[in-house]
């Protein structure tokens, strides 16, 4: 078996990983652009591995509730954390259902139902600026999408809030 | 059995399959670029990507910075500098600070090695780029140019970079039909 260019880091995706062109210095505390917002990012898979945790950074201020989760490129949900409570100024690992993944294009979701603060990257620049580059980062977004839904109609960005995810994988 | 890793769903020169891991180990961020000046009328700049699997190419991407002026050409060469596809001449848009989509004719591309083309006509025209010194940059990752290149010639006869300042546009190729 080869594997080319497996972006994994440890065996562990992330949004700032994947992306390559979020400068992990600019991670900060911010409010989820609106409630019940979901936000995709891509991920890409180059080699069967199964995904057994997902992670979130909670911003400040323990309040609220989100929902994190792993969607196939056809906007399929493979698996999710569920509601689940936001702490404060915390990492949230979740424990998720072991599911295998093949090669793929994949997207890390979030979703919360406020606008409570979470880490994530909001691209520089005025706007439209950061709206753009959300964009051309490829992530996309759904309203109303809180619980993560089971299909997911993902459409062009909105707002350029991009949140830290992670997904921990290890061998099929 | 073989696994291939997929294109991302918009392709930057930032991008893993492209020079970012160079790039952005000096740095150089999509998310940190800004608004500059195209360098040179009529000049055609080159990043190379590889394709692991095949993917299809629904449209060119270029943004455009605080100021709009002269006519842009984005495209894809082939590994042996062919061009397969290409927006043609066209109008910098007047929508500033936006990434301009340039619909072209879905484009189906096999794995390999391709280049991502972009010229301008005009140095009235601003892109967002992340520019860095030459001596720093060129000595980790190849740009190439051809000068009086508008629109993309077919095929080029790219050079590695010789500005000063090597500019390292955001432009891109969106492999999904949403962007």
Request: with cysteine; charged share 10%; glycine share 10%.
């Amino acid at each position: 078996m080869s594997r080319y260019l497996d972006f994994g880091n440890g065996n562990v995706l992330s949004t700032t990983g994947a992306l390559n062109g979020l400068n992990q210095s600019f991670v900060a505390s911010t409010a989820w652009p609106s409630a019940n917002l979901a936000i995709f990012v891509p991920i890409r898979v180059a080699s069967p591995c199964t995904v057994y945790k997902l992670a979130i950074g909670a911003g400040t201020t323990a309040a609220g509730n989100f929902d994190v989760g792993l969607y196939d490129s056809a906007g399929n949900k493979l698996v999710s954390s569920g509601a689940t409570a936001k702490g404060a100024s915390v990492e949230h690992i979740l424990d998720v259902t072991d599911t295998r993944i093949g090669p793929g294009l994949y997207y890390l979701a979030m979703s919360a139902d406020g606008t409570n603060n979470y880490m994530g990257i909001t691209p520089t620049g005025s706007s439209p600026v950061p709206l753009q580059k959300a964009r051309l980062y490829g992530t996309l977004e759904m309203a109303t999408a809180y619980t993560l839904p089971t299909t997911a109609a993902m459409v062009a960005r909105t707002v350029p809030f991009i949140p830290t995810m992670a997904a921990y994988l290890r061998p099929y | 059995m073989q696994y291939r890793m997929p294109p991302p769903p918009v392709l930057t020169p930032f991008n893993l399959d492209s020079l970012g891991l160079s790039a952005g180990g000096l740095v150089v961020y999509l998310g940190a670029s800004v608004s500059v000046a195209w360098p040179v009328n009529n000049l055609a700049l080159f990043y190379p990507f590889r394709l692991f699997d095949f993917a299809t190419a629904y449209q060119l991407l270029l943004m455009i910075g605080g100021t709009s002026g002269g006519n842009i050409d984005v495209g894809i060469y082939d590994s042996q500098k062919n061009l397969i596809v290409s927006s043609g001449s066209t109008a910098m848009s007047a929508t500033v600070n936006t990434a301009q989509e340039l619909n072209i004719t879905d484009t189906p591309l096999p794995p390999g090695d391709y280049l991502l083309g972009v010229a301008c006509s005009s140095t009235s025209g601003t892109v967002f780029t992340n520019s860095q010194a030459d001596e720093s940059h060129l000595s980790s990752y190849p740009i190439y140019e051809q000068a009086s290149a508008f629109p993309l010639p077919n095929p080029c006869v790219p050079v590695v970079s010789t500005q000063g300042t090597v500019p390292f546009v955001v432009c891109g190729i969106q492999f999904r039909p949403t962007f």
